[in-house]
């Protein structure tokens, strides 16, 4: 790579990462990073691109370098510019990819522990030629890296503001109150459980083109096979409805609770309340709910907003209904007058299609 654009990189970056060195790592723990990447990744025998460039023999490749594969230009103007991926040009993608690559359509946040770097680019390593050859000249970097291996090697400090209790089983400790806190991040129809926070439309748009619309659409028409998002406008009778966030969700609540804990895809969580937000502001002016790209999603008047379909979901009324409410114990024996008679086998009743024994007998028959 050119040592311009190299420098470039290294200012960029300030001191957030040293060069890890590729023996350090740990490919079985590198496969269990890779969950992070699989949804947009594959590697190994017959990889090919998803949402993403396959990974095979990646070490040596010229930044965007696959011929078949649809780059980012910012991507793209990174390789012509001499950027080849080795372990720590990787590296340094890997713990932050736009602030490395700046408009790289690779939409992840980053890898936050070094340990986890190493490690996926050891698993890495063992699906590219040229790692393995390079893998003897590595020791003799080895000065700030072996640094780094150790500083990946040390456990973790066990938290201390737990018990250890072990319970009932003498297992596992008390959740402490931050990691429940963490995980306790569901919101209610009514509002309860929103962060306090604040986006616009016109803010949503570009993380959407950014972290979304690869997926999802430019206009959450969904890409390929990708969920749609948007549309679906008086098709919910249709043999074939299209239930999005406009036609069908009767909640605006389950949009931010499902984007703040579940999008973008493989990388879950990576959202800021703000920009959760903005994102369902967004998703509102997709679905023509809101018209104004000034409009302000917030906390205050989230529950102002109502969807197209809330309507037609109708609580679940059963116990009050006179048949339910009767409040008799329900029959647990004899319930059916007279003896009872084997009408149908359940082996008939089966929708897998049968075989020559059940004589092509329909639904019904009786054995
Ligand atoms: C949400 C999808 C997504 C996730 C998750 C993701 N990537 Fe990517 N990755 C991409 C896309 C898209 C590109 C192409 C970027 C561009 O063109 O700017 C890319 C590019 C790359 C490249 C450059 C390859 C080349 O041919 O130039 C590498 C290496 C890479 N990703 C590794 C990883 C690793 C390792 C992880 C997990 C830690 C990961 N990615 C997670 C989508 C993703
Ligand atoms: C790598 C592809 C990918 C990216 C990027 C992505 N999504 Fe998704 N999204 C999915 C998939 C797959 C589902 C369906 C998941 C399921 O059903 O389990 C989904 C579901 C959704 C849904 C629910 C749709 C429905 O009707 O069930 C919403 C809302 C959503 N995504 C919003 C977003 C937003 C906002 C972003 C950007 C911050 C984003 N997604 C980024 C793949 C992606």
Known sequence: MSKFLRGLIIAACGALISVPALAAGDAANG????????????????????????????????AGGLEDFKYSKAMLAAGEAGLVWDEATMAEYFASPRTMIKGTRMAFAGLKKESEIVDVLAYLAGYSEAAASDQPAEQSSAGPAQETAEAASVAPAPPTSSTRDGG?????????????????IDVRPDGKG????????ADGEPIYAEQCAFCHGDFGEGAGRWPVLAGGHDTLADERPEKTIGSYWPYLSTVYDYIRRAMPYGNARSLSDDDVYALTAYMLYLNDIVDDEDFELSNENFTEIRLP???????????????????????MKDCKPGTAEIV????????????ADDGGAGVGAVD
């Open 31 to 62: 496969e269990k990073v890779f969950k992070k990447c699989v949804a947009c990744h594959a590697v190994g025998e017959g990889a090919r691109n998803k949402v993403g460039p396959h990974l095979n023999d990646v070490f040596g490749r010229v």
């Open 168 to 184: 009932v089983f003498g297992l596992g400790r008390v959740a402490t109150a931050e990691e429940i806190a963490a995980w306790d």
């Open 194 to 201: 929103l962060p306090p926070g604040k986006g616009t439309v």
């Open 309 to 331: 379909n809330e309507e037609n979901f109708i609580p679940d009324g059963r116990a009050e209904e006179p048949h339910f409410a009767a409040d008799r114990e329900p029959c």
């Open 344 to 355: 149908m086998r359940a082996r008939i009743l089966d929708v897998t299609p049968g075989d």
